[in-house]
Each structure stands twice: as C-alpha cells, then as structure tokens.
C-alpha cells in the first residue's frame, strides 16, 4: 500500500526549457560597445563633382545677396512652356567716385528686355537695356557629356564688349572645362573626386593682350552637414569658405578673403534662412557693412523684395523695394 501511495503521488514534470530567443538574448551594450567597422572608399565609383566655377557655390548663395538701392519691378509673361518675355523697371542712384570717404549719389533709372527661351537641351536668355545694352547667355547641350556655354555683352562704349565660349565636359568623376574669349583669353580648368567628400581642382589662364598668366589650386570638401572650400592663386588671391546646414531650413556662412596685390582683407559671416513662404539671407563683414535681403512669396507668381545696406565706416545707406510678378 505504501509503495502504491507513493508511485500516485509523483512530483509534476519539469517546465519545458525556454525558448532559443529568450535564452540567448541580445547584448545591445556589448555591440554598441564594438567601434564601428571603416567606410571603405570605392575609388571606381566617386561622385562626380560640382563645376569648378561652382565650388563655391554654397556661400556665395548665401553671402553674395543681390542687394539694390531705390525701387525694382520684375515682370515675367510665359508665352508658352518654353519661351518667356521679361520686362524690368528700376529707379535708384548710381554713386560716383569722390575724394575722401565721402559718397555721392545720382539719381538713375533703367529699363530692361529680355526674352528666354528654355529647353532641356538649349537655353536662351538675352537682356536689351534703354541704353543699348546687350546680354546674351547660351547653353547647349552638344552630347550628353559635353556642354557649350556663350556669354556676350555688347555696348556702344569701346573696349566695354566682351565674349566668352565655354566648352564644358562632365566625366563618371570629375569635370573639365576650356575657356576662349576676347583679348585673346585662354583658360581651362580640371576637377577631381579624390573621395566621396573630398574633391580637388586646378585652373591656368593666359591673356595675351595684357601679358598676364595665372594658375590656381582648389579644394572642396562636402558632407551633408557642412561645406569647406579653399582656393589660392598665383594672383594672389587666397579664398576660404565654410558653410555649416543647421537643418534643411537654415545655413550659416563664412568667408575669407585676401588680395595680396592690393593687401585687402576681408572676412565675412552670413545666414540663409528658408521658410515656408520667405526666404531671408544676411551677413556682416569686417569692413563694417551690414546688409539684408527678404524674399516674400506673397500670392502665387507674386513676391515682395526688401533690400538694406549699411556701410558705417563710408556712412552709406542702401534702402530698396521690389516686386516680381510671374513665375
């Protein structure tokens, strides 16, 4: 009987193992722990880099305002999906030279016409002022890869006309230019992605009517948080640049400038602020020139221009207003 009893009152079986997961759990302290493993650089596969006249694109947004003084009306009338007239009107003073850091000012207004004509492949822009003034912009698309860009302005003064053709050709990873012009003006430039970020560059010119030549080196390193430039020249010219990207909204720039031949210095600090609505740069050298721009998209193919300028040392003030009407 006792041996009965006891064999009815066994123990319960054991609980099943747990599961593999629950066993060998993650160790996220341990694998944050382990230094990440080195981005390897595909030199087979390098973006292709900016233009060479482009490099410093960014600050020069940013930096580089097209402040006015007085008043600006832009029109824009689209005749059709690729060809536009533009009509422009401005009224503000045109400052002469004058002795000391005294500034005079006469009144000036202009009237100008344009005509574009816009195309994947072909683009046509051309600007006639109430003076006699012509502009004109090409680009055409010659092959996939290669570009021809031809920028004139004609006047009725002489020796104030000037033309350009630029022969641009775009590689997997790097871009190539060659330049002729009037006075016998010979240039061309050459940049290269040395890494995904880190691209470097070279230029040479001659003008033969003036017996000048100069060469020139580049450096551009670009990320998704911030944009460094460098250029010197034989020239000597030394330009640095840094753009920082806050968020996708705002930009703060800098820049410094050095002309060896006339020892000017020069050190700039700016912000580009983008709304929904507005667009708002800024900036402040260290010739004591403050100035200002605001772009207001008030309705559609409306936008309202408010410009400032303040330079304290020459104690010359630049006031303007402006409206743009079309797309």
Not at 189 to 199: D, G, P
Request: glycine share 8%; with cysteine; charged share 20%.
């Amino acid at each position: 009987m006792g041996s009965a009893a006891s064999h009815s009152a066994r123990l319960p079986p054991p609980p099943p193992p747990p599961a593999f997961d629950a066993a060998t759990p993650p160790k996220p302290q341990e694998e944050a722990g382990k230094p990440a493993a080195e981005e390897k650089v595909d030199y087979m596969n390098l973006p292709c880099p900016v233009p060479y006249e482009e490099v410093q694109r960014e600050a020069f947004m940013s930096l580089k305002a097209e402040v006015f003084e007085g008043m600006r009306l832009d029109y824009t009338k689209m005749l059709n999906q690729s060809f536009g007239l533009t009509h422009s009107v401005s009224m503000g003073a045109v400052e002469i030279p004058a002795q000391g850091s005294d500034v005079i000012k006469i009144p000036h207004g202009t009237y100008e016409f344009g005509a574009n004509f816009l195309d994947p492949k072909l683009v046509l822009i051309g600007r006639l002022s109430q003076d006699g003034r012509v502009n004109a912009r090409v680009k055409c698309d010659l092959t996939e890869n290669l570009a021809l860009k031809i920028n004139a302005q004609m006047t009725s003064e002489p020796g104030y006309s000037q033309g350009m053709f630029n022969f641009d050709y775009k590689g997997k990873d790097y871009r190539s230019q060659f330049q002729v012009g009037n006075n016998e003006f010979y240039g061309a430039n050459y940049i290269q992605s040395v890494t995904k970020h880190l691209s470097l560059g070279t230029e040479a010119f001659w003008v033969g009517q003036q017996r000048k030549s100069g060469v020139g080196l580049v450096a551009r390193y670009d990320t998704k948080n911030f944009v460094a430039t460098g250029q010197i020249a034989t020239t000597g010219m030394v330009a640095l640049s840094y753009v920082q990207k806050v968020s996708d909204k705002v930009s703060l720039a800098s820049d410094f400038m050095y002309n060896q031949m006339s020892k000017d210095v020069t050190a700039t600090f700016g912000y580009d602020y983008m709304l929904r609505q507005c667009r708002l740069r800024g900036k402040l050298d260290t010739n004591g020139v403050v100035s200002a721009l605001l772009e207001e998209r008030l309705a559609p193919g409306v936008t309202l221009l408010l410009s400032a300028e303040i330079d304290h040392w020459k104690k010359d003030y630049k006031f303007g207003y402006g409206v743009g009407i079309g797309e």
